[in-house]
């Protein structure tokens, strides 16, 4: 049996592959590159053809972390180098299917964080899904990362603990700026997003689902492009993202969850507001300001508690608020804890390991299928049934 105290496994390095080093890649690299200094981890390789984007990554790798990676034209090449243990896919979505698939595939197990949404179609989440369920020795974790910070993460807590009682109504306001731009402007076009509402709005129906804990059955969106991007053409095509919407969501047990979504709204304190009722009081989540109010309909306004959330494990806020670092963190832990239970389980010692908390496939599977569906109702002028969705 393998010494589990050797590199790559339970007690040594734990090696990254990144694939696709635009922005969220270069971000992932980045909070590797923080993890480093409380864990034994490193980036050995990454792999994508935009030389533009190498360079970025090869050049933050090296000056800022002493990592030199070795660099590939595409994930086979990558996969197999054998060089990795865990492959972060950070690619444009609609690419992420054939490479979860050939990932999953591949000889050699690697356990694999993909960025949201875990793929543009339910059809495709469902292949990828039936795929793992064949390499149970591997993880695969959904970036929905939002679950992470801090606010969020304390809201969770605190609905979690039955402070406020049975969850009735999820509201989670997203006001921001629009669409970044990235490599190609591949995000500028329903066909390769899944749309707007899947592409962004997936970690908001994720969080609906945690916070009900049940299962989402009708959606009803209103949507339009009214401000953003109407006065660009790319190869002779106007992008056809929606830039705000309305979303109604029902879940099995009577609870409703809405978001209210608008991409023009530089102007505004907090970019996200969540608030979860339940039948005996209220929690809510500001994100950036941080802060987490709660109270009982008993103690009523003047009982209202006011706290800063903060997490002392973060080492780098990136562009999310420290949640990809607490989200690597936790999948960190997740891997680790397999290596143990193989490495036991060859022994004749079989442990069960703990990877409760790492976002699965399910979770990105019901995320995007949400996503679809309100995609579908402003389509077609009606609600959408899960159902509808997720029988194809």
């Not at 492959?87 to 990932?103: A, E, K, Y």
């Amino acid at each position: 049996m393998e010494n589990p105290t050797k590199k790559g496994s339970a007690g040594g390095v734990v090696k990254y592959g990144i694939v696709g080093v635009g922005m969220m890649g270069r971000e992932h690299l980045i909070n590797l590159g923080h993890l480093q200094n409380e864990e034994q981890v490193s980036v050995v390789c990454i792999a994508d053809p935009h030389i533009p984007s190498q360079q970025l990554a090869l050049n933050i790798a090296s000056s800022q972390f002493n990592w030199f990676p070795q660099v590939f034209s595409g994930h086979e090449e990558l996969l197999d180098s054998g060089l990795c243990d865990v492959v972060i896919v950070s690619t444009p979505n609609m690419t992420h299917f054939q490479i979860l698939m050939d990932i999953i595939k591949h000889p050699k197990p690697h356990h694999i964080l993909v960025e949201k949404p875990l793929c543009t179609t339910v059809a495709d989440c469902k292949m990828v899904i039936e795929a793992a369920r064949k390499r149970p020795e591997m993880l695969v974790q959904v970036g929905l990362e939002y679950r992470y910070m801090p606010p969020v993460a304390k809201l969770i807590d605190v609905v979690q603990n039955g402070t406020i009682g049975q969850v009735k109504m999820v509201s989670i306001r997203e006001h921001r700026f629009p669409f970044l731009v990235k490599v190609n402007d591949w995000n500028r076009f329903n066909e390769n997003t899944g749309g707007t509402l899947v592409e962004k709005c997936c970690h908001f129906f994720d969080l609906m689902t945690l916070f009900v804990g049940a299962m989402p059955v009708r959606v009803m969106a209103s949507g339009a492009i009214d401000v953003n991007h109407k006065d660009e053409i790319y190869d002779g095509k106007i992008p056809d993202i929606i830039d705000n919407a309305y979303v109604i969501v029902e879940f099995d047990n009577g609870s409703r969850g809405m978001l209210d979504l608008c991409m023009f709204a530089e102007g505004s304190k907090n970019e996200q507001e969540i608030s979860v009722v339940g039948d005996i009081g209220k929690g809510e989540a500001f994100v950036p300001e941080g802060i987490v109010r709660m109270a009982t309909r008993a103690k009523g306004r003047d009982g209202v508690e006011t706290m800063k959330a903060v997490d002392k494990r973060i080492k780098y806020d990136g562009l999310h608020h420290g949640s990809s670092y607490l989200e690597h963190l936790n999948l960190l832990s997740a891997v680790r804890s397999s290596i143990v239970h193989q490495h036991r389980q060859e022994g004749g010692d079989v442990v069960e390991r703990d990877s409760a908390m790492v976002v699965g496939l399910q979770d990105g599977l019901l995320s995007v299928a949400i996503g679809v569906a309100a995609q579908l109702s402003i389509q077609k002028g009606r609600f959408i049934t899960l159902e509808e969705v997720l029988n194809v």
